[in-house]
């Protein structure tokens, strides 16, 4: 069955440092999520992204973050200067079409120092 | 976007039929109707979605009355994997249709 993979499974980091976070969708999906789940809350809306450029994003998802698809396969998450509080689990979801199941990847856990 | 209520937590035995309600008196025209299910550590999947009446699917039914206020996961016969957190969301299925996730419903199963 296809899924969505995503590397590294844990980063750590240093505050202020630039990080990136790597997914492979499942390829025939068009549409692509990032979410993020701090330890113990609510499951967050990041960004959706189609057609190479950004659908929706959330007030999460400020200057600090940005997306891209650099060739047919990887879709990546920047956070250009981390903080404490973005220490969480990021989770990469893609769909074939919208309204369609979204599947997710395993996260990559993301800590902060 | 329609809020849903669910309760926070249920607790079951091995074998028995489990059936978690969710509010959504706001819903729209629109909007679906969709579970998820999440273990510890991992990404949420997807269960179950639908648009009215019930649904069934190899893993679960969803119940949906006339007026869509409301809707229930039915899972039968659970088992001490299903212990999870259960995840009632009302997709706007328009454009993007970016998840909106509560807290969920923690379902325990004991023997």
């Known amino acids: 069955e296809p899924e969505v993979t995503q590397t590294p499974s844990h980063q750590v980091t240093q505050m202020g440092q630039e990080v990136i976070l790597r997914c492979v969708p499942i390829?025939?999906?068009?549409?692509f999520y990032w979410y993020r789940q701090i330890l113990g809350q609510k499951v967050e809306f990041l960004v959706s992204?189609?057609?190479?450029?950004?659908?929706?994003k959330s007030e999460i998802f400020d200057d600090q973050f940005s997306v891209e698809r650099p060739d047919g396969s990887n879709f990546t998450l920047k956070i250009r200067s981390t903080k404490l509080e973005d220490s969480a689990m990021y989770f990469c979801?893609?769909?074939?079409?919208?309204?369609?199941?979204?599947?997710f990847g395993p996260g990559t856990r993301l800590t902060v120092l | 976007l329609a809020k849903t209520t669910q309760p926070i937590s249920m607790d079951s035995y091995e074998g028995q039929e489990v059936n978690i309600t969710c509010s959504h008196n706001?819903?729209?025209?629109?909007?679906?109707i969709t579970w998820y299910q999440q273990f510890p550590s991992q990404g949420p999947r997807f269960i179950i979605q639908?648009?009215?009446t019930k649904v069934t699917n190899e893993v679960a039914s969803l119940f949906i009355p006339a007026d869509r206020k409301s809707s229930t996961l039915s899972l039968p016969r659970v088992s001490l994997s299903d212990t999870a957190v259960y995840y009632c969301?009302?997709?706007?299925?328009?454009?993007?249709?970016?998840?909106?996730f509560g807290t969920g419903t923690r379902l325990q199963v004991t023997l």
């Open positions: 639908g648009y009215k």
């Open positions: 979801a893609s769909s074939w079409r919208v309204g369609d199941e979204q599947f």
């Open positions: 706001n819903i729209a025209t629109n909007d679906y």
């Open positions: 992204f189609y057609n190479n450029e950004i659908s929706e």
């Open positions: 969301l009302v997709v706007f299925t328009g454009t993007a249709s970016k998840l909106t």
């Open positions: 390829s025939n999906h068009l549409y």
